[in-house]
């Protein structure tokens, strides 16, 4: 029997205080030699960042905000999974598992949460409403930290299974993006209590047909897919290769942590140029807070250490798979690369949105949620 407690976020005082000298402890690097993005996060915005962190910020406002869902922990396979937990009023809900990815974490789903769970208050029926789940990864945020390797995708969807059934779901879905993407497909693939999967971020591989008589979108997949490998995938390289060594920069240094994390936001989501354009330095800052926080500089990155290989491969997913496409995704796979992975059954090409769904797209998402998964509850 898997052990659940309930779990409050209670961060002491010295930890914020000793944040602000951090802060202002900071050696900054000279400026950049470009008038853009493209050395990577500008030292003026970068210290933007970091006056706002250390003089307006406040930390107990998303402590606050996670605190008012339901918040546990449970012991799975000698590890604490730290998890909301948010029933719905109405009976007959649908359990729903969401899975974040990195650089995320739990707080790109506040936002949807009350959605799902009481869509009668947000024009919606209690037909669409759902039990939401959402785990924080084994190494991220309040999870506990692996302490021997093996923490790997396969590991963490049967963990997630347990969960589930654990809390009394013998039936539900599953949704995802980054990570949260390959954990959810592989809990696809254990055919079981798992009715069907939602996807943000659903990868496949390029089909003979695209890579010898490649239609237009074939061609703006695989420019993106190119664009990503040469110019945008360093960090993936550091972070399966040696994530121990990129540890002792991030956990040591809340600048270094903050702006390994708030590129990858600018780079991925759909905002023109400057992540302000979607979020606000308080929502950037919440999700930081939560790799700072909790020293998951080193655990959160091993996860690719682990288990980058499970990305695009393995077993094709027969279970019901729902796909929301949004214009820009880090690889945005066309349907026909995907349909040789998944059981594809529903898919949606949004308008607007990129990496981070539910933080920057909420209403687009769980409009999304509510009707793929109405024929599978």
């Known amino acids: 029997m898997n052990t659940i407690t309930p779990f409050k976020i209670e961060i002491p005082d010295e930890q914020i205080e000793d944040l602000h000298t951090r802060i202002r402890n900071t050696r900054w690097p000279e400026q950049e030699c470009v008038e853009d993005w493209t050395q990577g996060i500008p030292l003026a915005y970068t210290k933007?960042?970091?006056?706002?962190?250390?003089?307006e910020y406040d930390w107990r406002s998303c402590e606050a905000k996670l605190n008012s869902f339901g918040q546990y922990k449970m012991t799975i396979q000698d590890l604490d999974i730290h998890f909301l937990h948010q029933r719905s009023p109405h009976e007959n809900a649908f359990p729903l598992l969401i899975t974040h990815g990195w650089p995320g974490s739990i707080v790109e789903f506040l936002k949807i949460i009350e959605p799902l769970t009481n869509p009668t208050e947000y024009g919606g029926t209690e037909q669409d409403a759902f039990h939401v789940v959402c785990p924080s990864l084994p190494g991220y945020a309040f999870s506990d930290k692996p302490t021997s390797s093996g923490w790997g995708v396969e590991k963490i969807a049967k963990a997630w299974d347990a969960l589930m059934v654990g809390l009394g779901y013998e039936r539900f879905g599953a949704q995802g993006g980054d990570w949260g993407s390959a954990v959810t497909t592989q809990i696809g693939r254990n055919i079981g209590h798992c009715q069907a999967i939602h996807l943000n971020m659903a990868l496949g591989r390029p089909t003979p047909e695209a890579l010898q008589d490649p239609t237009d979108e074939d061609k703006k997949?695989?420019?993106?897919?190119?664009?990503?490998?040469?110019?945008?995938s360093g960090y993936q390289q550091q972070q399966k290769t040696r994530p121990q060594t990129l540890g002792y920069g991030l956990v040591d240094s809340p600048i270094g942590q903050m702006s390994w994390i708030i590129e990858k936001f600018w780079s991925w989501m759909d905002c023109d140029g400057h992540p302000e354009n979607v979020l606000s330095k308080d929502e950037l800052l919440d999700n930081v807070m939560l790799y700072w926080l909790t020293a998951s500089g080193a655990s959160s990155a091993r996860l690719y250490w682990e288990s980058f290989g499970s990305f695009g491969g393995g077993e094709k997913v027969t279970i019901p798979t729902g796909v929301a496409s949004f214009p820009q995704e880090?690889?945005?796979c066309p349907r026909s690369w995907c349909e040789e992975s998944y059981n594809i059954t529903h898919w949606t090409t949004m308008p607007v949105g990129g990496h981070f769904a539910a933080f920057e797209q909420p209403d687009l998402l769980v409009a999304d949620l509510q009707e793929f998964f109405k024929p599978h509850r």
């Open 221 to 232: 997949a695989l420019e993106r897919l190119t664009y990503y490998q040469q110019w945008d």
């Open 48 to 55: 933007e960042l970091a006056e706002y962190w250390l003089n």
């Open 330 to 332: 880090i690889i945005k």
